[in-house]
């Protein structure tokens, strides 16, 4: 099976390690191909997107590095880009996707909080607090709804090459502490935004990256999701959001056995020529 993980940062952004130790450590893990995977900039004061000013450093050097690891990891250049609410992707940000192998397109971001900076649905738990009540007047249920509907938008309007962590919005849900996925109204969301994500080609990915950092212990999407993208037949690929060389395959195998059991038999993967499909 070609072994790859596609939703990796880096110091760019918010992780850990440079992207050369992403690739030398996706090569001790016997993968045949890496994609590098930043957050895309964003036009607001914060701590985990590349910089404007760093935009063709990246991607030059990633460039740099797929010529020197060729012979050993495919490397792929990628971002992982913000869709805004009101916006879609920025203009900046449009203009990346034509110079990039694949990008995944995520939403983080719901709303303003202090001039023009945006509150994130995963920044910390007291920064969602404080967007839901100041942009959806202390509603989970509304935040929840403007959540997927933004996924579904972003869907419909660019068919992004990959879908981030479908269910972010469950980072700060342990233990059911905001909202029940069990809820009739909660799988309307996500069975409404899934129908949009069916009429495009996007594929969703299963993300370990909430778990490796120990915020949750289901991976991104939960399992009744899962079950309902297999059922829609949506593609799917299997991504850990690594943010340090520790965690590139996080729960790789776990995730793999899980979604076989839940019947699937094939995921996604990016080859020089765009994406294919391999047997699981
Ligand atoms: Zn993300
Ligand atoms: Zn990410």
């Known amino acids: 099976m070609h072994l790859t993980n596609l939703h990796t940062h880096t110091t760019y952004c918010?992780?850990?390690?440079?992207?050369?130790?992403?690739?030398?450590?996706?090569?001790?893990?016997?993968?045949?191909?890496?994609?590098?995977?930043?957050?895309?900039?964003v036009q607001f004061e914060n701590d985990w997107a590349i910089k404007n000013e760093d935009i063709e450093r990246y991607m030059d050097e990633i460039n740099r590095l797929k010529e020197k690891y060729k012979g050993y990891i495919c490397v792929f250049r990628g971002m992982e880009l913000d869709y805004i609410p009101g916006i879609g992707f920025d203009e900046i940000n449009k203009k990346l996707i034509n110079r990039l192998d694949y990008y995944i397109g995520s939403v983080h971001c719901m709303g303003k909080l202090k001039g023009d900076s945006m509150w994130t649905v995963d920044g910390n738990i007291e920064e969602l607090m404080e967007g839901?009540?100041?942009?959806?007047?202390?509603?989970?249920?509304?935040?929840?709804?403007?959540?997927?509907?933004?996924?579904?938008?972003?869907?419909?309007?660019?068919?992004p090459p990959i879908i981030g962590h479908l269910d972010l919005i469950k980072k700060y849900n342990k233990n059911n502490v905001l909202f029940d996925e069990s809820e009739s109204w909660y799988k309307t969301c996500v069975i409404n935004c899934l129908e949009s994500i069916k009429k495009t080609g996007s594929i969703l990915e299963v993300n370990t990256g909430g778990?490796?950092?120990?915020?949750?212990?289901?991976?991104y999407p939960s399992d009744f999701i899962l079950e309902l993208i297999k059922e829609m037949n949506i593609p799917i690929m299997i991504n850990s959001d690594s943010h340090d060389i520790g965690s590139i395959d996080y729960k790789f195998d776990e995730m793999y056995e899980l979604v076989?059991?839940?019947?699937?038999d094939k995921a996604s993967y990016l080859t020089k020529n765009g994406f294919s499909t391999q047997g699981i």
């Open 260 to 264: 076989r059991s839940l019947r699937f």
């Open 132 to 159: 839901i009540d100041k942009s959806f007047n202390g509603s989970i249920k509304s935040t929840v709804e403007a959540y997927y509907s933004l996924i579904a938008e972003m869907a419909i309007n660019y068919e």
């Open 211 to 219: 778990m490796s950092r120990g915020y949750i212990s289901e991976q």
């Open 14 to 41: 918010d992780g850990q390690n440079s992207a050369e130790e992403m690739i030398q450590a996706a090569i001790k893990c016997g993968f045949q191909s890496i994609g590098i995977s930043t957050h895309g900039p």
